[in-house]
């Protein structure tokens, strides 16, 4: 008959297992579509962020909330003023688009799922992003600038990630054409990931990738 102390221990190490399991599920979901369908974590959003319609979009605010008065938990980040989604991504190609006509200084692209919540997408070299700022794009790699041209300001953008080929591409939705792709090392869970110094960004997840890229 097992000990008080060992059937304790069972339980508790079932109990990762389950926890395991559970994450192994939540992967399996996404690398099995080719279809991301994914919301803003609150738990990650800065204090200057606010989500809306169904945490699909994100707002910042120049004052924001005080740090104070939000959760504190070790998933949100502390410093700068970014959010990640609730959905990793281990394999597969995955597309969604982003509006960000409201918006004039901005990143979108994917992070590691455990990046430090101390640093900035973009700067951090566990992060692959699109810079908008000044009117101009850039792709950004471990705080690395590569100049993007020919897109203008446009509505709305996509993004696709071919997790095994290590690319992020960012989207003419419109025309259908891939505007510039960042070469990218993925070693582990990637998450989308967004920044934004002013105005609001409208995530639309759930699409196919579409036929010509």
């Known amino acids: 008959m097992a000990s008080p102390m060992r059937a304790m221990f069972l339980g508790s190490r079932a109990l990762r297992c389950l926890r395991v399991t559970a994450l192994q599920r939540n992967y399996a979901a996404v690398t099995s579509r080719r279809e991301i369908s994914f919301k803003l974590d609150e738990k990650t959003a800065h204090s200057s962020l606010d989500l809306f319609k169904k945490d699909a979009g994100v707002i910042y605010r120049i004052i924001g909330i005080d740090p104070s008065k939000v959760p504190q938990n070790p998933e949100r980040f502390r410093e700068w003023a970014?959010?990640?989604?609730?959905?990793?991504?281990?394999?597969?190609?995955?597309?969604?688009?982003?509006?960000?006509?409201?918006?004039?200084?901005?990143?979108?692209?994917?992070?590691?799922?455990?990046?430090s919540r101390d640093e900035c997408i973009g700067v951090s070299n566990r992060s692959w992003v699109f810079a908008y700022s000044h009117k101009k794009w850039n792709g950004m790699i471990a705080n690395k600038i590569i100049p993007v041209t020919n897109i203008g300001h446009p509505s709305k953008v996509g993004?696709?990630?071919?997790?095994?080929?290590?690319?992020?591409?960012?989207?003419?939705?419109?025309?259908?054409?891939?505007?510039?792709?960042?070469?990218?090392?993925?070693?582990?869970?990637?998450?989308?990931?967004?920044?934004?110094?002013?105005?609001?960004?409208?995530?639309?997840?759930?699409?196919?990738?579409?036929?010509?890229?």
């Open 82 to 115: 970014v959010v990640l989604g609730d959905t990793p991504i281990v394999s597969g190609r995955h597309y969604w688009e982003v509006t960000v006509k409201k918006s004039s200084e901005f990143r979108i692209g994917v992070a590691d799922a455990d990046m």
């Open 159 to 213: 993004l696709l990630v071919d997790y095994e080929g290590g690319k992020l591409s960012l989207v003419d939705p419109e025309k259908g054409f891939l505007i510039h792709t960042l070469n990218a090392d993925f070693r582990g869970p990637i998450v989308p990931a967004f920044a934004l110094w002013d105005g609001e960004l409208l995530t639309h997840s759930g699409l196919d990738v579409p036929d010509n890229l």
